[in-house]
């Protein structure tokens, strides 16, 4: 480990197992490239029980975040491993969406989602099974945070594990949902698509 990233202290705590880790030393760890560990799936591992409780109860830069979990390939660990962290997603977003005030937006927590798993399509059928008021002024403010990216060919999916080409037809899929969204419960769309009547 980096002796310049990290002290002598923190990285023993890093290195003995089941030592609880400070919050600002688990953030710092999954913020960091994943090029800068030599085994990264491990010590994504090691800090991944602190990690999602950081997550859950709002994290600054979540999809940041998100990205060492993705690079850590959780989805191609052990069954009962990659379940666990599935598992963790889907009751965070779930949870994310039901509330009036979540300590991380909904817009952010999708963006997190995506970025761990590197698809959209399991986020986005939550959000669509999600027909509360609460889900659906959750999607407002989605459209109205996305708003630059919808008038262009930009993706908000600034950690994005993958191909470039997987990226752009990634976001084409959420804005293809959005305006199906939007047209099926009135979201103000202005503007956003130009080319649908």
């Known amino acids: 480990m ?4 990290f002290n002598e202290v923190e990285i023993e705590l890093l290195r003995t197992p089941d030592a609880r880790l400070p919050t600002d ?19 994504i591992r090691r800090i991944l029980p602190q990690l999602v409780v950081v997550l859950a ?8 975040m998100a990205r060492g979990l993705a690079a850590a390939g959780w989805s191609r660990w052990p069954r009962e491993q990659a379940g666990a962290v599935a598992g963790f997603l889907e ?3 779930t949870q994310v969406l039901r509330m009036k005030s979540p300590p991380t937006p909904a817009y952010e ?18 959000w669509e099974a999600e027909r509360g008021t609460i ?24 950690w994005w594990r993958g191909t470039a080409t997987e990226e752009r037809a990634a976001w084409h899929e959420v804005k293809t949902w959005l305006a199906a969204q939007t ?14 009547q």
């Open 2 to 5: 980096c002796g310049r990233c």
């Open 25 to 43: 030393l688990v953030g710092r760890v999954a913020r960091k490239d994943p090029f800068h560990w030599e085994d990264q799936p491990a010590i």
């Open 57 to 64: 109860e709002g994290a600054v830069d979540s999809a940041l």
């Open 91 to 93: 009751a965070w977003w």
């Open 109 to 126: 927590v999708f963006e997190s989602c995506v970025t761990a798993s590197s698809s959209v399509a399991p986020w986005l059928a939550r």
């Open 135 to 158: 889900a659906r002024r959750h999607l407002t403010e989605g459209v109205g945070w996305w708003r630059e990216e919808l008038m262009s060919d930009d993706s908000p999916f600034t």
């Open 183 to 196: 047209q099926a419960t009135l979201l103000p769309a202005d503007g956003l698509w130009p080319d649908r």
